[in-house]
């Protein structure tokens, strides 16, 4: 069996979001992070929810499905363990920490974060208009963390805000990411 983890952005994605919508279509095989500090992100609590969700599903592979904040902190749980069973790393509108409207203030412990080759197969998402992440840095993410790359036709930050729903397009972009 495969088995989901969802690594959703600072305070979780609302009942509206692709994510939560794809890990409800999913049950049992699914599971979210659940860090202790949604709204003010401790990087090492987010790693540690990581690592908590991946070993629910002890005997199966495993996809990694982060959006915003959320793929800084896939990233860095990936890099930091190394896990073997991970098939597969999907990275939606990943946030540019350097860039003007990361949110530092809420999120200081993740401006340390450095993009480093993946240890798994893994795609970056990105959009032309996303606020908080350029084309041109997502293509510089995908390349440091020698991941594909997609950038969409628009939607801004790819969350509920962009009106995507179950985010059709995302689905076949996961699809072919995981065989």
């Known amino acids: ?17 692709w994510q939560t919508l794809w890990e409800q279509e999913s049950g049992p095989a699914a599971v979210r992070i659940a860090p202790a500090s949604w709204s003010a992100p401790d990087r090492s609590d987010w790693i540690a929810a990581v690592q ?16 915003s904040l959320g793929c800084w902190a896939a990233a860095d749980w990936l890099t ?12 939606v ?3 540019d920490p350097e860039g003007p409207a990361f949110p530092r203030e809420a999120a200081s412990t993740f ?17 032309p208009d996303d606020p908080y992440c350029t084309a041109e840095m997502a293509t510089h993410f995908a390349h440091q963390w020698k991941a594909d790359l997609h950038l969409t036709d628009g939607g ?10 179950t985010w059709p397009e995302g689905r076949r972009l996961l699809t072919g990411l995981t065989g």
């Not at 969700?53 to 495993?62: K, L, M, T």
């Not at 930091?80 to 990275?91: E, Q, S």
């Open 93 to 95: 509108a990943p946030p």
């Open 52 to 67: 908590n969700a991946y070993d629910r599903f002890p005997s199966d592979e495993v996809v990694l499905v982060a959006h």
């Open 156 to 165: 801004g930050h790819l969350n509920s805000a962009s009106g995507l729903g």
């Open 111 to 127: 401006l340390a974060s450095a993009a480093r080759p993946l240890p798994c197969p893994a795609l970056v998402v990105g959009s």
């Open 80 to 91: 930091g363990t190394a896990p073997d069973r991970v098939r597969a790393a999907l990275l």
């Open 1 to 17: 069996m495969v088995a989901y983890v969802f690594i959703p952005g600072i305070d979780g994605s609302d009942e509206q979001h």
